[in-house]
């Protein structure tokens, strides 16, 4: 009856680890392959200076139904300014 009884509690115990081993390893597999795939933000190209940089820190101009963007404000005015110029000229 002693050894019955021993030996439910042993598969009890080994069920309960095993089960509690499953949902943590499920766990940081669901952890790990939801941050793989994400891209942060996008690289573009500042029309006025030639640098890349991300596209959720640039300062947006649209131009004749294009957008536009750009790493600082200075680089939007010279660009502006330019296209001021040669509408005049």
């Given at each position: 009856?002693?050894?019955?009884?021993?030996?439910?509690?042993?598969?009890?115990?080994?069920?309960?680890?095993?089960?509690?081993?499953?949902?943590?390893?499920?766990?940081?597999?669901?952890?790990?392959?939801?941050?793989?795939?994400?891209?942060?933000?996008?690289?573009?190209?500042?029309?006025?200076?030639?640098?890349?940089?991300?596209?959720?820190?640039?300062?947006?101009?649209?131009?004749?139904?294009?957008?536009?963007?750009?790493?600082?404000?200075?680089?939007?005015?010279?660009?502006?300014?330019?296209?001021?110029?040669t509408q005049y000229i």
């Open positions: 009856m002693k050894l019955l009884i021993l030996i439910l509690i042993g598969y009890l115990c080994y069920r309960a680890v095993n089960n509690w081993m499953a949902k943590s390893a499920t766990y940081r597999q669901e952890v790990s392959t939801d941050a793989a795939g994400e891209i942060d933000d996008i690289m573009v190209k500042d029309p006025s200076c030639g640098i890349y940089f991300p596209k959720k820190d640039g300062i947006h101009l649209q131009h004749k139904g294009e957008d536009l963007y750009f790493c600082s404000e200075a680089c939007k005015e010279k660009f502006v300014s330019n296209i001021n110029q």
